[in-house]
């Protein structure tokens, strides 16, 4: 079965550097996602991607973020500076239109210290 | 703003002690209320996607059904293979089209299913 495959499984990173998380949706998906879920807390929407731009993006989803698709089979998350409070599970998900349920990756655990 | 409430936060049930989740959520216009199962350490695994009040979805021993106000995810003679956080989801129509189609989800049901 066609599977979302993040890397890298888990990250540590010091406060202020940057970080890629990395992702590979399923090959005809047309729609991308990142979420994030805080540890104890609820799965949070950031940013969705169709057709090369962002089509919506929360609150959390600052200056500090950015999403590219550099080469067609790729999807990546850029934080610029973390903070203590990104630390966080990120989810890659990837659809192929809104009738459908997403497929999620297994996620990239951050940990900013 | 989108609401998604579920209840109970925790349920322990035994093996084949059948039981039920409950999902209530607020949002401007349904599109659709979806269903996952999260394992620990893992990414929501998709279950069911409900579109209208009085559909029904089937799967296994899982099913899910959807009213105006809440869904409820009905188990039915669980296993232990079963026990995992099930999630509650939903797509707002102000938020969908345009290529998005972004999921408020709620907290989660942890199910455990005791041999």
């Known amino acids: 079965e066609p599977e979302v495959t993040q890397t890298p499984s888990h990250q540590v990173t010091q406060m202020g550097q940057e970080v890629i998380l990395r992702c590979v949706p399923i090959?005809?998906?047309?729609?991308f996602y990142w979420y994030r879920q805080i540890l104890g807390q609820k799965v949070e929407f950031l940013v969705s991607f169709y057709n090369n731009e962002i089509s919506e993006k929360s609150e959390i989803f600052d200056d500090q973020f950015s999403v590219e698709r550099p080469d067609g089979s790729n999807f990546t998350l850029k934080i610029r500076s973390t903070k203590l409070e990104d630390s966080a599970m990120y989810f890659c998900a990837s659809s192929e239109g809104g009738d459908y349920g997403y497929t999620f990756g297994s996620g990239t655990r951050l940990t900013v210290v | 703003e989108d609401q998604v409430t579920q209840s109970p936060e925790a349920l322990r049930l035994q093996e084949g002690e059948s039981s039920s989740l409950n999902c209530s959520y607020t949002v401007s216009g349904l599109r659709g209320l979806f269903w996952y199962r999260q394992d620990p350490g893992k990414g929501p695994e998709f279950l069911f996607t409900?579109?209208?009040a009085g559909e029904e979805k089937e799967k296994e021993r899982l099913k899910a059904t959807l009213t105006k106000k809440e869904s409820f995810l009905h188990i039915t003679a669980p296993k232990p293979e079963d026990s995992a956080t099930y999630l509650c989801a939903v797509q707002d129509i102000a938020y969908s089209g345009a290529g998005s189609y972004q999921l408020t989800f709620g907290k989660g049901t942890k199910l455990s299913v005791i041999p």
């Open positions: 409900l579109y209208s």
């Open positions: 090959s005809n998906h047309l729609y």
